[in-house]
């Protein structure tokens, strides 16, 4: 992996162009485990710079692995999809050395409308977070 691109897999979609242009998932370590329409896995090990003063994961770190499997699994096909809006709920707090996966999957899309819900997990299994990611599909194609 360079510090441009992430980690995906040879049999992910081919419209990744996004990911791989993704700097800030790059710098993350983001791991795309799956990329399917409407649902993709992505994971992250956390490091002891995303952690806060109280040496737990940082949750704009949290944050944005759920974001990222948000953005891969709304981006169905070529055009371009973005984040309309997104809420976010911490469930447990997680230290340096863990493994998070976020699991994304496409609840709702109507024309250019989506919703799409994530759930983040440690190694265990155990709910991190749980996120809701509201999409707008627009006129721009990859």
């Known amino acids: 992996m360079t510090e441009a691109t992430?980690?995906?897999?040879?049999?992910?979609?081919?419209?990744?162009a996004m990911?791989?242009?993704?700097?800030?998932?790059a710098s993350m370590g983001l791991i795309v485990e799956r990329d399917d329409?409407?649902?993709?896995?992505?994971?992250?090990?956390?490091r002891d710079d995303m952690t806060n003063g109280f040496h737990i994961t940082h949750g704009g770190f949290v944050f944005a692995l759920a974001?990222?499997?948000?953005a891969i699994a709304?981006?169905?096909?070529?055009?371009?999809?973005v984040a309309a809006g997104a809420?976010?709920?911490?469930?447990?707090?997680?230290?340096?050395g863990q493994t998070l996966t976020a699991t994304a999957v496409r609840r709702s899309r109507v024309g250019r409308s989506g919703i799409y819900?994530?759930?983040v997990v440690d190694e265990q299994g155990d709910a991190v977070a749980e996120f809701r990611g509201r999409s707008r599909t627009t006129s721009q194609t990859f």
């Open 37 to 46: 329409p409407g649902h993709a896995v992505v994971s992250m090990r956390v």
């Open 19 to 25: 990911m791989e242009r993704d700097r800030a998932s």
């Open 74 to 81: 709304c981006n169905e096909d070529d055009r371009v999809t």
């Open 87 to 96: 809420d976010i709920s911490f469930l447990k707090s997680t230290v340096s």
């Open 117 to 119: 819900d994530v759930t």
């Open 67 to 70: 974001d990222t499997a948000f």
């Open 6 to 16: 992430t980690q995906v897999p040879d049999d992910v979609r081919p419209n990744r």
